[in-house]
DNA sequence: TCTGGGGTCCTAGGACCC
DNA sequence: TCTGGGGTCCTAGGACCC
């Protein structure tokens, strides 16, 4: 089963602030003048043709009457808590997947529920209304593409049932672009193959297929445009990555200046390493210049660490002469960004550490504790924070 | 029209090792 | 003198998802 919030961020704000509740036109992402994009439009504004991931520009010109609001992440995170509470109680297995969707695993509940699961999903959506205030669709098939698809078809506030041996069918309808993992690129290259529909894969000959789009990309095709995905429901061990990275309101030029961001972002990356326990094994600069070229530099540590200044070192010998290059084209910057890679769980010190490194983890402990009480800007670098 | 921020996964080339 | 096969690690970019 997948269940998906109705205008997720749009609801969450509604509830916040009582005054956008009589407002039909509502788009969230950031103020009118912002350098962002569309994070998510009330159904009214959706009738103008905003969609998320829409620069806010283009969106403030569509709907020139809708109201722009930034919207909380903390606000968000809660009601999502709300919602995994909800779901906990009624599967075996439940996680959130995003702060608006989750699925639940009823393998093995045949005996609870022998002939559908609709009258359980109905309670969940009651459920999650009651607790929350807010909407949600629900999809249910034998497997998560299925379930996710399904949820999509039912919206909004709907539910959405595809019983076993009917997944075929089910995505026979739909367009290419609507199975997950094909995306705008991939959408366009299989539509200059004259590939449009999930029924035209179905029809076609795999070999085909794998002769206009390679082996792999064939063979993942197929297998969803028969409706098949996979039933196996696993909470996410540790994560992968951890970064930060911020596009300014104007582009930028100095060094000094995003010197100061890029203490400041590794500042963040950092905290939440030793929050998590983890730590990185190699750090990853990102720059965006002005004209939206966009580069990565990456170098691998010799020891991994959780420590701001074994992570501004590398940091700042990625950023010099990818900065270099940046001027040599004539390009101020646009985003600057910092990503804590290759992480694993942070072991215990080392007996035989340098008294140094000690003192410096002693006072980042500190600081940590001072930050869980008063928040993370009660502590600063004085770099970051000078002029 | 002027393009966010946080992630994951995949590909591909090169260095290096046996 | 010209050349293999397998493996790992590193780096850069790109597609995709919410």
Known sequence: MHVDLDAFFVEVCRQRQPELRGIDLLVVGGKRESRGVVQSASYGA???????????????????????????????????????????????IALMTGLDEGYLDFSGTDLLYPVSLLEVAEQIRNEIHTVTG???????????????????????????????????????????????????????RLADHGLNDVAQIQQLPPAELERMVGADEARSLIRRSQGRGGTVLRAHDLAKSVSRETTFFKDITSAEELDRVLLMLIARVAGQLRDEALAAGAVVLKLRHSDFVTVTRRRALATPTALDHEL???????????????????????????????????????????????????????????????????????????K
């Open 46 to 92: 959706r009738k103008f043709g905003v969609r998320s991931g829409m620069p806010i520009g283009q969106a403030a010109r569509l709907c020139p009457n809708a109201t722009f609001v930034k919207g909380e992440f903390v606000h968000y995170r809660e009601a999502s808590h709300a919602v995994r509470a909800v779901i906990g109680r009624h599967a075996p």
């Open 312 to 386: 501004v070192a590398p940091a700042r010998e990625l950023f010099a002469p990818a900065f270099a290059a940046a001027r040599a084209r004539r390009q101020g910057i646009r985003l600057l960004g910092i990503a804590a890679v290759g992480l694993r769980a942070s072991e215990t010190p080392d007996l035989f550490e340098a008294p140094a490194r000690t003192r410096t983890r002693e006072v980042t402990s500190a600081v940590d504790q001072v930050r869980a009480r008063f928040g993370f800007d009660a502590v600063q670098r004085g770099r970051v924070k000078g």
């Open 134 to 188: 807010l909407d949600s669709s629900i999809g249910i098939g034998p497997n998560r593409m299925i379930a996710k698809i399904a949820s999509d078809y039912a919206k909004p506030r709907a539910i959405c049932e595809v019983r076993p041996g009917w997944e075929r069918g089910f995505v026979a309808g739909l367009a290419l672009a609507a199975l997950p993992g094909v995306g705008p690129k991939t959408a366009r």
